[in-house]
């Protein structure tokens, strides 16, 4: 198969719904060998057997909280493929009911969300580094409108989360960048998918959002495939250390 990410090895988080599930399908039909990871074994099992046509996608259970688990993974895709040239940390959890306004919030709440989001995202930065060491490769992760406006009100350890990964990419791109290991950050807007459902279901809620939305209309896990494509391939070697925004223009009002 040729596409825009022919030759090129990886791994994306979160694989199994929503942004993840786009993504890496996306990636394996543009060529690339690519490890759908997620906890959720059968759901990423699910997302690989949905390809239609011939790629070299498979599923790979990983907790991102956990190290080991993490080295594991970016062990087997250099097995397999020899290189990892592209990572997408983007694993995350937000957790409606739970998360509060910081008087309210409960430390498990708080150190739950901190472990996938942020943690999660430092494994996974650190070990995709680790095997990208010698030869290059570019790490997207998955921030949020959350950590760089008050927009995501009541959402306290979530957007601490998202703010804190942004920081750990502009850190990791001027560490590595002699290396030629890139780190990017792509920040979806309000995009419909399993993480959001509280709001998908809450019409008032959903209605009060969008008219906060320029475009008109929610993003779709689709909305955030082509920049991540961009990122993850050749044309986008200039870009390093940057937060690549795609809201349907919210954060510019
Ligand atoms: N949906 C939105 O509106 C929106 C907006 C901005 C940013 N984001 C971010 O996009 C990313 C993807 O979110 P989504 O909307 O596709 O959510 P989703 O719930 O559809 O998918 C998240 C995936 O992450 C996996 N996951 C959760 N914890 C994990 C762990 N510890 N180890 C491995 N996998 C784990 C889940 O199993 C799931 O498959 C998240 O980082 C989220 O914060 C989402």
Do not use: C
């Given at each position: 198969?040729?596409?825009?990410?022919?030759?090129?090895?990886?791994?994306?988080?979160?694989?199994?719904?929503?942004?993840?599930?786009?993504?890496?399908?996306?990636?394996?039909?543009?060529?690339?060998?690519?490890?759908?990871?997620?906890?959720?074994?059968?759901?990423?099992a699910?997302?690989?057997?949905?390809?239609?046509?011939?790629?070299q996608?498979?599923?790979?259970?990983?907790?991102?909280?956990?190290?080991?688990?993490?080295?594991?993974?970016?062990?087997?895709?250099?097995?397999?493929?020899?290189?990892?040239?592209?990572?997408?940390?983007?694993?995350?959890?937000?957790?409606?009911?739970?998360?509060?306004?910081?008087?309210?919030?409960?430390?498990?709440?708080?150190?739950?969300?901190?472990?996938?989001?942020?943690?999660?995202?430092?494994?996974?930065?650190?070990?995709?580094?680790?095997?990208m060491?010698?030869?290059?490769?570019?790490?997207?992760?998955?921030?949020?409108?959350?950590?760089?406006?008050?927009?995501?009100?009541?959402?306290?350890?979530?957007?601490?989360?998202?703010?804190?990964?942004?920081?750990?990419?502009?850190?990791?791109?001027?560490?590595y960048?002699?290396?030629?290991?890139?780190?990017?950050?792509?920040?979806?807007g309000?995009?419909?998918?399993?993480?959001?459902?509280?709001?998908?279901?809450?019409?008032?809620?959903?209605?009060?959002?969008?008219?906060?939305?320029?475009?008109?209309?929610?993003?779709?896990?689709?909305?955030?495939?082509?920049i991540?494509?961009?990122?993850?391939?050749?044309?986008?070697?200039?870009?390093?250390?940057?937060?690549?925004?795609?809201?349907?223009?919210?954060?510019?009002?």
């Open positions: 198969m040729s596409g825009r990410l022919s030759g090129k090895s990886g791994l994306v988080t979160g694989a199994a719904s929503g942004i993840g599930r786009a993504v890496a399908t996306r990636f394996a039909r543009e060529g690339a060998l690519v490890a759908f990871a997620d906890r959720d074994r059968d759901g990423a699910a997302a690989v057997a949905a390809l239609d046509g011939a790629t996608a498979y599923p790979l259970e990983v907790d991102v909280s956990d190290e080991e688990a993490v080295a594991r993974a970016f062990a087997d895709v250099l097995e397999r493929a020899g290189s990892v040239d592209i990572a997408v940390a983007n694993a995350g959890v937000q957790l409606f009911g739970q998360d509060a306004p910081v008087g309210d919030l409960e430390l498990p709440v708080w150190q739950r969300t901190l472990g996938v989001n942020l943690t999660g995202t430092f494994l996974t930065v650190k070990h995709a580094v680790r095997s060491i010698g030869r290059g490769g570019s790490i997207i992760v998955t921030g949020s409108p959350t950590g760089i406006v008050g927009g995501g009100r009541g959402f306290t350890a979530y957007s601490t989360s998202k703010a804190g990964i942004h920081g750990l990419t502009r850190v990791a791109a001027a560490d960048a002699a290396a030629r290991i890139r780190v990017n950050a792509v920040i979806p309000y995009t419909e998918t399993p993480l959001v459902q509280a709001i998908v279901e809450d019409q008032e809620a959903r209605s009060a959002l969008l008219s906060t939305v320029p475009l008109g209309r929610a993003g779709t896990p689709q909305d955030v495939e082509g991540m494509v961009f990122l993850a391939s050749d044309e986008s070697l200039y870009a390093t250390g940057a937060l690549f925004v795609v809201d349907g223009g919210a954060t510019a009002v």
